[in-house]
């Protein structure tokens, strides 16, 4: 789900493992060409999209419910 159009570069590019970014805490971080991606400790993905204006800010919710699935399945629950 898109979240924001023309972000900044100035505040995607400086964020790292540890900063603190909408609902949690920077947990994974991966960095491609033109696509950053990040986990944050409540479990949403990020994906931000570098365009010639900015960056446009999508979260994943696909991985959030992929995982409270996966947690759901486990033996012993």
């Known amino acids: 789900m898109l979240l924001e159009r023309k972000v900044p570069e100035e505040k995607i590019k400086p964020l790292k493992v540890g900063d603190y970014f909408m609902d949690g805490v920077i947990t994974r971080m991966w960095v491609y060409n033109n696509i950053t991606t990040f986990i944050t400790s409540a479990g949403t993905r990020y994906n931000a999209h ?13 991985y959030k419910r992929k995982m409270e699935a996966k947690n759901l399945k486990t033996p012993g629950s």
């Open 50 to 62: 570098k365009k010639q204006e900015g960056y446009n800010l999508f979260r994943a919710d696909r």
